[in-house]
């Protein structure tokens, strides 16, 4: 298939640009604040590599969507990508509630 006419997932440019975002920012930014003395900045490299993943990702696939290279999501992976973003958020509470009960004991 030529790439020109390739078509592409909604949200496949913006997963994409993320990761690459968080990789790049990460690398960079933790040990530039060890070297800094500054471990509590830690965080803010990845942080840093979302928000740009995001607005790189968003424009990219933006442009792609005027060409029409865009295939919107059918109802089975709604269904499914519902259902991860439920499994998540149980593991997140689950793991919180861990957390707090550690603390507290």
Known sequence: MDDKNKKYPEG????MWIGIGIAIFT?????LSFALDM?????IGPAL???????????????????GR??????SQKKKQSTAILAGV??????FA???LLFLL
């Open 12 to 15: 496949h440019f913006i997963g």
């Open 27 to 31: 690398g960079i930014w933790i040990p």
């Open 39 to 43: 471990p509590g900045m830690i965080g």
């Open 49 to 67: 590599g979302v928000s740009i993943g995001v607005a790189i990702g968003a424009s990219i696939e933006e442009k792609y969507k005027k060409e």
């Open 70 to 75: 865009i295939i919107p999501r059918t109802k």
């Open 90 to 95: 149980v593991i997140l509470v689950i793991a």
């Open 98 to 100: 861990i957390l707090l």
